[in-house]
């Protein structure tokens, strides 16, 4: 777990080294026990999330409200990793020169070299011994959620397996398990996955041609000369199917997999093709192409799975996993809860 969570600091060591970069108008947005959170510390991680944001959303969901919902989470992270430092120092956490330097090594590990490595750091304006610094902080951070976590956080008992698996299987029925809104939300979702998983599937490759509803007279016409390119070419001997697909496909995602769309689940489909491919052999391909509103679809049928139903030993170790991880998140959240009562927070900062 040590080695899993050190490799999510690399962008969060590069982004907030350098946390006294020099503004003139800088000031502390918050303050933690006496520690302040400065404005430009805090602005040289929001400004690249911000950018994947925008990047990531339409421009219609990009108000300023939901900006400020953004901005206040992330300090809100900001104040919690400041508690975590000041707990992890007063508790006088230690991090071994061997451990450091083995952290050091599996950041480098992230890059192509020893120079561009260096070429971030420089980048960065960072120093190497501001990096190790910096590092060494938040490995000690971890030490300290890893043994307060251990402390609090017990695996789940076979009972417990068992009752979360029964109210699965009362969801799938569409039952009532009685639960607390949080709890019966993640059996809702679980039982969801097993619905999907246990359903009968097929594995498909397409030869898609694109003919919308909808398109001129002229262009349908265009398009029914590639269907029947696409025909003969079937019927040629020793026909390939996905070679074919990579020639003709329309479909540019499935066509640079020889036409390979992998696994579906029975409903999932557009009706039209749903209804003809869980009626197909292994091995068969339709003989005229499926029409749907998009267009033509031939299709061939790699492999068969049949609806199952899956044993509570089956999926026991999934759940006990999935049970301790939520028994980690609440815990942690109590534990957060717990530190930040405690301090002396001040939040100068005002979005609105």
């Known amino acids: 777990m040590f080695r899993r969570l050190l490799a999510a600091l690399v962008f969060s060591i590069f982004v907030g080294c350098n946390v006294f970069a020099a503004e003139d108008a800088d000031r502390s947005i918050a303050v933690v026990n006496n520690e302040p959170i400065m404005a430009s510390e805090f602005n040289k991680v929001l400004i690249p999330m911000l950018e994947q944001f925008k990047q990531n959303f339409p421009a219609s969901e990009q108000t300023d409200a939901r900006i400020n919902e953004f901005k206040t989470a992330l300090l809100n992270q900001k104040i919690e990793d400041v508690l975590l430092r000041q707990e992890a120092k007063k508790r006088k956490i230690k991090v071994s020169r061997k451990e450091l330097d083995d952290g050091i090594a599996q950041i480098k590990k992230r890059f192509a070299s020893e120079a561009e490595f260096n070429a971030e750091l420089k980048k960065e304006g960072v120093t190497m011994s501001e990096f190790e610094k910096k590092l060494e902080e938040q490995m000690a951070v971890m030490k300290l959620v890893e043994q307060t976590m251990k402390s609090r956080v017990k695996a789940p008992d076979e009972k417990q397996i068992r009752a979360f698996f029964d109210a699965v299987q009362v969801k799938m029925r569409g ?54 390119l696409v025909k003969k070419a079937l019927r040629e001997k020793d026909a390939n199917f996905a070679d074919i697909a990579s020639k003709y496909s329309e479909d540019a995602a499935s066509r640079a997999r020889g036409g390979d769309i992998g696994v579906v689940v029975k409903g999932d489909l557009p009706a039209e093709i749903d209804k003809v491919v869980f009626n197909m ?22 492999e068969k799975r049949a609806s199952k139903v899956f044993t509570f030993e089956e999926v026991r170790n999934d759940i006990a996993e999935l049970l301790s991880q939520n028994e980690a998140r609440k815990a942690y959240a109590a534990w957060m809860q717990e530190l930040k009562s405690k301090a002396n927070i001040k939040i100068n900062a005002n979005w609105n």
């Open 175 to 228: 039952g009532e398990t009685g639960l607390s809104k949080e709890d019966d939300d993640m059996v809702a979702n679980v039982a969801n996955i097993m619905q999907r998983m246990s359903a009968e599937q097929v594995k498909l490759r397409q030869i898609f041609i694109a003919s919308p509803k909808g398109a001129s007279a002229a262009d349908v016409k265009a398009a029914q000369a590639r269907v029947d």
């Open 281 to 302: 052999n292994v091995g068969e391909i339709t003989k005229e192409p499926v029409r749907t509103d998009n267009g033509f679809h031939f299709l061939r049928v790699e």
